[in-house]
Nanobody, 124 residues
Framework: QVQLAESGGDLVQPGGSLRLSCKVS????????IGWFRQAPGKDTEAVSC????????WYQASVQGRFTISRDNAKNTVYLQMNNLEPDDAAVYYC?????????????????WGQGTQITVSS
């Protein structure tokens, strides 16, 4: 059974940091690109970052470029999203998703399995 489970969401002050984890099971992470998405209340789901199968290619949404870092440890079946200098606009439910391809895509329809999400709140 394919599963993705996010963790690491929390309440953080502006300027703070969090690291999200996406633990996968039921498939080998070696063969799939993984994306991180987020959805804020009243807004559409948007792509935040993505990493190719071997980690050699990464992509970031312009608003998080330089603040967020995506990485993966295929041996641990886990993908990470390190988020620094968090801003109020980063508050959302964050999801990881699996793409049945080597390389990334920035639209949700390209991903076939999704986790349940983890909440990030940025507030002082």
């Amino acid at each position: 059974q394919v599963q993705l489970a996010e963790s690491g969401g929390d309440l953080v002050q502006p300027g703070g940091s969090l690291r999200l984890s996406c633990k996968v099971s039921g498939f080998s992470l070696d063969y799939f690109a993984i994306g991180w998405f987020r959805q804020a209340p009243g807004k559409d789901t948007e792509a935040v970052s993505c990493i190719s199968t071997n980690g050699g290619i990464t992509w970031y949404q312009a608003s998080v470029q330089g603040r967020f870092t995506i990485s993966r440890d295929n041996a641990k079946n886990t993908v990470y999203l390190q988020m620094n200098n968090l801003e109020p606009d980063d508050a959302a439910v964050y999801y990881c998703a699996r793409r049945s391809a080597t390389y990334c895509a920035a639209f949700p329809g390209a991903y076939d399995y999704w986790g349940q999400g983890t909440q990030i709140t940025v507030s002082s």
